[in-house]
């Protein structure tokens, strides 16, 4: 019976131990601005990073099919955040952040961690893993 026991609370502990691995860790990102990004693109190549700044707009015709890493502007939105827009945002459309385009406005603080990657020397973007939005208050 204390081997029943036992197995049971082991097999309870390894559960919640699986259950906790698709947390998301925002110390993996590493805090970047879109200057730092756009200065030193090579630098910041491939690595999860973290970028602060305030919503701009949503729009898919500054944006392009990125073909090399088989991106279909059709199946992301492409967002711009900060004043000065050097790395364009995507997040696909069945990403459950994205839902929450249908309330931002221009202005909201949002956090965007993701993948930094450029193409040639002007074409930087983040594929975005997780968007925090920071509402203003009123």
């Not at 036992?6 to 947390?23: K, N, R």
């Not at 879109?34 to 944006?63: H, I, M, N, W």
């Amino acid at each position: 019976m204390r081997r029943i026991f036992c197995l049971a609370c082991f097999a309870m502990l390894l559960a919640v131990t699986c259950l906790g691995a698709d947390e998301f860790h925002t110390g993996e990102y590493l805090p970047a601005t879109q200057v730092e990004l756009g200065k030193k693109p090579e630098a910041f190549a491939g690595r999860k990073v973290r970028v602060t700044d305030t919503y701009q707009f949503c729009g898919s015709d500054f944006c392009v099919d990125l073909h090399k890493k088989n991106i279909n502007v059709r199946d992301y939105y492409c967002f711009a955040v900060g004043p000065l827009c050097v790395v364009r945002m995507y997040i696909k459309k069945d990403h459950p952040d994205a839902a929450q385009f249908g309330t931002l406005r221009k202005g909201d603080r949002l956090t965007v961690y993701g993948t930094f990657d450029h193409l040639g020397s002007n074409y930087r973007f983040i594929m975005v893993d997780r968007l925090v939005v920071e509402k203003p208050s009123p």
